[in-house]
């Protein structure tokens, strides 16, 4: 076990929370290792009853006042993600309450100096930032734990009303297959996180929420989610010759052009890249694809090829007749109130199972690093 002193501050939209007074927080070396190999690292009792029951009732108080913001993602159990705008119910979805708002660039209520529980938010987001600060070390990202600008880091309090529910998604994609926008922010989403902050004598077997993550069977041999800036987009299944579970990474920017793309895994003393494909086009090569088309036409060595998995099967008409993964295992986490989960937020696919009568609550976000720089040659293809 690892002791982190939280003595940090936190700089959030804008403020700078306090200095905490010295506090400990554990947080398991295997934890470390989990997120660093593609799983979702479980801490429970991160934060107190106390802790929980005071930030819940902050939260509670916020959405009774109406300082939440709906974002009509979430489905409604009964339609299965169904957009039906006819029988939407506000108090069905999934609300938050951001510290960023990014379609007014300006700061949310989450660090409001004014409303609610103001000490209590800025205690958590100074528990946060010495979690932020031992992830980057422990998992060699220094780009985590750099000063955090008006989007840099996202934190809010969530809460999903009953019955709601969502999909399986990934939290960060490669900037090829974000279009144009992909290169035009200066950060990315690097760690997921999320402490739930449910009332004592949350089921789960009856109150349902739980988070559905779809880890590898066989754990990564190599750390996930980059490689100097390169996101990965898939993997290779471990064989009999090879009995490794190997990431594949997407160079989305060959000879300094953007479009210009090829995949590669890490040679076995991880000291450079193994190159999959030749060249080969984003557009429509991203765009038009399935885990078929690249284990049979851009990856030419079938004995590669045929191992080839996407995290994510690009969506399309037919993406829910393609076969399942089966490299891929479920672990659900049931969301009971202190615990802490956090992941990678490339690699790992997850959903959240929907509710059954009970409101769930928690507070949750996203580490960022810089990603890469927009091309200086060539043009960008999409």
């Known amino acids: ?51 929980v029951s005071r930030l819940r009732a902050d939260a509670r108080d916020l959405y009774d006042d109406g300082r939440f913001i709906v974002d009509a993602l979430a489905g409604y159990g009964a339609k299965a993600g169904a957009k039906d705008k006819a029988g939407f119910d506000s108090s069905r979805d999934r609300a938050v309450l951001p510290a960023y708002v990014p379609s007014k660039k300006r700061d949310g209520p989450f660090v409001s100096s004014t409303l609610g529980d103001v000490d209590g938010r800025r205690r958590l987001t100074s528990t946060i930032a010495a979690l932020r600060s031992d992830l980057a ?12 600008g008006g989007d840099n880091h996202e934190i809010s309090f969530t809460r999903f009303g009953p019955g709601a529910m969502l999909a399986r998604h990934v939290d960060e994609h490669h900037e090829e297959v974000k279009g144009r926008a992909g290169w035009s922010r200066p950060t990315r989403r690097s760690i997921s996180w999320l402490i739930y902050l449910n009332e004592e004598g949350w089921d789960a077997e009856s109150d349902g929420g739980q988070l559905r993550t779809y880890e590898r069977r066989v754990p990564s041999a190599y750390p996930v989610g980059s490689r100097d800036g390169d996101l990965q987009i898939g993997w290779l299944k471990p064989t009999s010759d090879d009995p490794r579970e190997r990431p594949v990474f997407l160079d989305g920017r060959r000879g300094g052009v953007s479009g210009k793309c090829a995949l590669y895994v890490d040679s076995d003393d991880g000291g450079r890249n193994v190159y999959l494909t030749k060249e080969f086009d984003a557009d429509p090569y991203l765009l038009l694809t399935s885990d078929f088309f690249v284990q049979n036409l851009l990856i030419t060595e079938h004995n590669l090829g045929s191992r080839f998995h996407y995290l994510e099967q690009p969506k ?67």
């Open 1 to 51: 076990m690892r002791l982190v002193v939280i003595v940090a501050g936190f700089f959030l939209g804008g403020r700078s929370a306090p200095r905490s007074s010295l506090a400990l927080s554990v947080l398991p070396d295997s934890a470390v290792r989990t997120i660093d190999r593609g799983g979702i690292a479980v801490v429970k009792d991160f934060l107190s009853p106390s802790e």
């Open 137 to 148: 070390r422990s998992l060699d990202r220094p780009g985590l734990d750099t000063p955090d």
């Open 316 to 382: 399309s008409g037919l993406t829910a007749y393609l076969k399942a993964d089966p490299g891929e295992r479920t672990k659900d986490v049931a969301p009971l109130g202190g615990t802490l989960v956090a992941f990678d937020s490339v690699a790992l696919p997850h959903e959240v199972l929907p509710t059954a009568s009970r409101e769930r609550w928690a507070a949750s976000g996203w580490f960022h690093e810089r990603q890469q720089p927009a091309p200086a040659g060539g043009r960008i293809i999409l």
